[in-house]
């Protein structure tokens, strides 16, 4: 029997009103939902659905099972590994969820939120601040990027040193299952031994195994004071030996420690020239360092002086400047995000995101950079990331004076180099941003049998109709 798409839209429109449900027959563009930011991706959907409610997304994954349509979820379409977006072929819709994005509780004497998926990071950020508490996830995406998919993704970004990544800051979860029931796991309880933590299952699932609505998340104090320092050193082991030595200075007080390379420094300048140079001199590796605690500025400053101080002596760096206020810090961090944004401009680059233990990530680079200069001669390593967490972004633009399409077909060659070495010193290929359709063949070759068999046998136990982000992960 074929499938009458026209029904099909009416049901959907039925069920969450007309003006939500985007199709291309009535003359929307689906582009913004069907493609991902840097273009890489694309597929085609039936329409974009926008729940505005639990009970909506309920009724549209009870349609979806009913007559066998895939659902793509999707936030804020950040993602880095073409998650959120269809694949080709099969019948499939966009379920956008950004208009479920009421924060339904803020308790502080508890220490938590409880806010719906589709919620802007930063505005969850921006409401805890509002009462003295901290919500600690921090990403150059923050302003876009929501909640379901901050936790579909386990995202990690800038402050994982101190508090974790997005698994370490969920208590509970209201999913959506594939066969339409709703799954309260929402409780803000620090301590519950009842058996599997289910909520894990749905963290870093990339949407397979069913929609995430609401969840309740930690919080912390907000901290008073904050202090933003950028370091120049001479290798990466000796970023490694300040990382260890100012966490000893500084404890819990410590809250990010981000290393840029000097090529890395260099892009961004040339597509962002109001960043001013920083460092008299030019260094290899630059390393950006937070520190934060609920004294005063002055006390925190002294502290960390001390401590930086103490490591010039011990010649665990070799320059080093303090921001002086916060527009100064927030220059230092703009300089840290605008990596990314300064790499699309410069055109193609394969992207990485890869993590080792800390004491192997001076061997892996020393290696790996004559390695690929040799195996791809002229293309450009632009290595950057969060190495107080183990997790590096070690990316390769193409050739001056190569063309995209002939880069982006080295792809699997050069991941190969890379990723079996990574995989060789029991490194992980991804370690924040997900597999998605990007990494989904790489899981065949670098997980173990048994590890693939035991994720199948839940995304089956789970979603047996595989209608939920079907052609991710797995
Ligand atoms: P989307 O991209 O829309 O979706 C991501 C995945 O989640 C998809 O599989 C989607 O199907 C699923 N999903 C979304 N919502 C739901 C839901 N409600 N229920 C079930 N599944 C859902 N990532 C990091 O980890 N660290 C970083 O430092 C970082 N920095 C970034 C900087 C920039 C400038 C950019 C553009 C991206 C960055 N990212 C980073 C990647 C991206 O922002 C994160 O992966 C983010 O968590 C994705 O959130 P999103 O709402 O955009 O999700
Ligand atoms: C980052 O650390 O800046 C992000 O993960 C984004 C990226 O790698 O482009
Ligand atoms: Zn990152």
């Given at each position: 029997?074929?499938?009458?798409?026209?029904?099909?839209?009416?049901?959907?429109?039925?069920?969450?009103?007309?003006?939500?449900?985007?199709?291309?027959?009535?003359?929307?563009?689906?582009?913004?939902?069907?493609?991902?930011?840097?273009?890489?991706?694309?597929?085609?959907?039936?329409?974009?659905?926008?729940?505005?409610?639990?009970?909506?997304?309920?009724?549209?994954?009870?349609?979806?099972?009913?007559?066998?349509?895939?659902?793509?979820?999707?936030?804020?379409?950040?993602?880095?590994?073409?998650?959120?977006?269809?694949?080709?072929?099969?019948?499939?819709?966009?379920?956008?969820?950004?208009?479920?994005?009421?924060?339904?509780?803020?308790?502080?004497?508890?220490?938590?939120?409880?806010?719906?998926?589709?919620?802007?990071?930063?505005?969850?950020?921006?409401?805890?601040?509002?009462?003295?508490?901290?919500?600690?996830?921090s990403?150059g995406?923050?302003?876009?990027?929501?909640?379901?998919?901050?936790?579909?993704?386990?995202?990690?970004?800038v402050q994982?040193?101190?508090?974790?990544?997005?698994?370490?800051?969920?208590?509970?979860?209201?999913?959506?299952?594939?066969?339409?029931?709703?799954?309260?796991?929402?409780?803000?309880?620090?301590?519950?031994?009842?058996?599997?933590?289910?909520?894990?299952?749905?963290?870093?699932?990339?949407?397979?195994?069913?929609?995430?609505?609401?969840?309740?998340?930690?919080?912390?104090?907000?901290p008073s004071a904050e202090v933003v320092a950028f370091a120049g050193?001479?290798?990466?082991?000796?970023?490694?030996?300040?990382?260890?030595?100012m966490?000893?200075?500084l404890?819990?007080r410590f809250t990010a420690f981000e290393?840029i390379?000097?090529?890395?420094v260099?892009?961004v300048r040339?597509?962002f020239p109001e960043t001013p140079a920083l460092l008299s001199g030019?260094w290899?590796?630059y390393v950006l360092m937070e520190a934060a605690d609920?004294?005063s500025d002055e006390t925190l400053r002294e502290a960390v002086q001390?401590a930086l101080m103490?490591?010039?002596?011990?010649?665990?760096l070799?320059d080093v400047t303090l921001a002086g206020n916060l527009a100064q810090g927030q220059t230092l961090w703009s300089l840290r995000e605008n990596i990314?944004?300064?790499?699309?401009?410069?055109?193609?680059?394969?992207?990485?995101?890869?993590?080792?233990?800390?004491?192997?990530?001076?061997?892996?680079?020393?290696?790996?950079?004559?390695?690929?200069?040799?195996?791809?001669?002229?293309?450009?390593?632009?290595?950057?990331?969060?190495?107080?967490?183990?997790?590096?972004?070690?990316?390769?633009?193409?050739?001056?004076?190569?063309?995209?399409?002939?880069?982006?077909?080295?792809?699997?060659?050069?991941?190969?180099?890379?990723?079996?070495?990574?995989?060789?010193?029991?490194?992980?290929?991804?370690?924040?941003?997900?597999?998605?359709?990007?990494?989904?063949?790489?899981?065949?070759?670098?997980?173990?049998?048994?590890?693939?068999?035991?994720?199948?046998?839940?995304?089956?136990?789970?979603?047996?109709?595989?209608?939920?982000?079907?052609?991710?992960?797995?």
């Open positions: 029997m074929s499938f009458d798409t026209s029904s099909w839209l009416a049901q959907a429109r039925a069920l969450i009103g007309p003006a939500h449900v985007l199709s291309a027959d009535n003359g929307d563009d689906l582009t913004p939902y069907t493609r991902d930011w840097r273009g890489k991706f694309q597929g085609p959907a039936l329409a974009v659905l926008r729940p505005g409610s639990t009970a909506e997304v309920q009724a549209l994954v009870r349609l979806a099972a009913r007559t066998g349509v895939a659902l793509v979820p999707q936030g804020g379409n950040t993602g880095l590994c073409g998650a959120s977006v269809p694949m080709a072929g099969g019948l499939q819709a966009v379920l956008q969820l950004g208009r479920l994005k009421r924060i339904r509780e803020i308790d502080p004497e508890n220490n938590t939120a409880t806010v719906e998926a589709g919620c802007i990071l930063q505005t969850l950020q921006e409401q805890a601040g509002a009462v003295g508490r901290l919500f600690p996830l990403l995406a923050e302003g876009s990027c929501q909640i379901g998919g901050n936790i579909a993704t386990n995202a990690g970004g994982v040193l101190r508090y974790g990544n997005m698994r370490e800051l969920v208590l509970g979860l209201e999913v959506v299952l594939p066969d339409g029931e709703i799954l309260d796991l929402l409780r803000g309880l620090r301590k519950d031994n009842t058996g599997y933590d289910l909520k894990q299952l749905f963290i870093g699932a990339e949407g397979t195994l069913g929609i995430i609505t609401a969840a309740t998340v930690k919080l912390f104090s907000a050193v001479a290798s990466i082991a000796q970023a490694v030996r300040l990382l260890g030595a966490r000893g200075h404890g819990d290393l390379s000097g090529p890395a260099a892009l040339r597509y030019d290899p590796w609920g004294g001390a103490a490591c010039l002596e011990d010649e665990c070799e990314t944004h300064a790499q699309q401009m410069d055109g193609s680059n394969i992207k990485h995101d890869v993590s080792l233990p800390i004491s192997r990530i001076p061997a892996f680079v020393e290696q790996m950079l004559p390695r690929l200069q040799q195996a791809f001669p002229g293309a450009r390593p632009i290595v950057y990331g969060h190495l107080g967490d183990g997790n590096l972004h070690f990316n390769l633009s193409a050739p001056e004076g190569v063309e995209a399409g002939t880069w982006q077909a080295q792809t699997e060659a050069v991941n190969q180099v890379l990723h079996d070495v990574v995989v060789a010193m029991r490194g992980s290929i991804s370690a924040e941003h997900g597999i998605g359709q990007l990494k989904r063949h790489e899981m065949a070759m670098y997980k173990t049998p048994a590890e693939l068999a035991l994720m199948r046998r839940i995304k089956q136990a789970l979603d047996p109709q595989g209608l939920m982000n079907p052609g991710k992960v797995l």
